[in-house]
């Protein structure tokens, strides 16, 4: 089928549509980076071989999105490939955060020490950036700075933080993301409410407030709904 068809089916495992996927990967197919992301869900080993050569994409967004592919799918064989990445010359931080997160997640702590610099940096997107590639083996320090980020002024960086909150602090990514629920920009509105429904623990009445909410997180709400009243 389509293009949308053959990622859902990767996304759930499914050996052929893995194998589509990764033939997609090899020409220029649109949005590769949602097409990574299906191969990564789908925890097949047989996506590897299709993330490690997108490792070499002239695009650097895809290269990042390879990288953290490949430390959630656990590929420990291709350590040594993604150690030799974190001193590319010239390569834009966010591909050596998404390096430095995949090692981390494959236990190997070559990228720590960068990441941890960068959890420091002025920046408040650089923090949250360094956040998430931390997220895999957070300590008191990671809790403090991403609790921090959920009040910086940007609201996507705050969205972000709570994002990575709901394991760890789920009332707060609650109350952070029902106030970018309100939000006066409409894409970080359905942005923070898609995320409500489909991420936050389970609470009927709030999913029953986005039902009445006019933007796609209704959606996702009815679906969290049906599951939780069969």
Do not use: C
């Amino acid at each position: 089928g389509s293009i949308g068809d053959a990622a859902a089916l990767a996304a759930a495992g499914n050996d052929a549509g893995v194998k589509r996927v990764a033939a997609l990967l090899a020409g220029p197919a649109p949005n590769k980076i949602a097409l990574v992301e299906a191969l990564a869900a789908g925890k097949n080993q047989a996506a590897i071989p299709a993330l490690v050569a997108m490792l070499n994409d002239p695009r650097p967004e895809h290269q990042a999105a390879a990288a953290t592919a490949l430390g959630q799918l656990g590929a420990r064989d291709q350590i040594n490939k993604l150690q030799s990445m974190l001193t590319t010359p010239n390569a834009p931080p966010y591909v050596t955060m998404a390096v430095a997160g995949a090692l981390l997640k494959l236990d190997d702590l070559s990228g720590y020490d960068k990441l941890q610099t960068w959890m420091h940096s002025e920046i408040p997107a650089m923090r949250a950036a360094a956040a998430k590639a931390l997220s895999s083996r957070p300590d008191a320090n990671w809790t403090t700075t991403v609790r921090d980020l959920t009040k910086d002024g940007d609201p996507l960086v705050q969205m972000d933080a709570a994002k990575l909150l709901i394991p760890f602090d789920p009332d707060l990514a609650r109350t952070t993301l029902a106030r970018l629920g309100q939000d006066q920009n409409p894409t970080i509105r359905d942005m923070a409410n898609q995320a409500s429904a489909t991420a936050l623990p389970a609470d009927l009445t709030q999913l029953k407030g986005l039902l009445r909410q006019g933007d796609p997180g209704r959606i996702p709400a009815a679906q969290r709904v049906l599951e939780l009243t069969r």
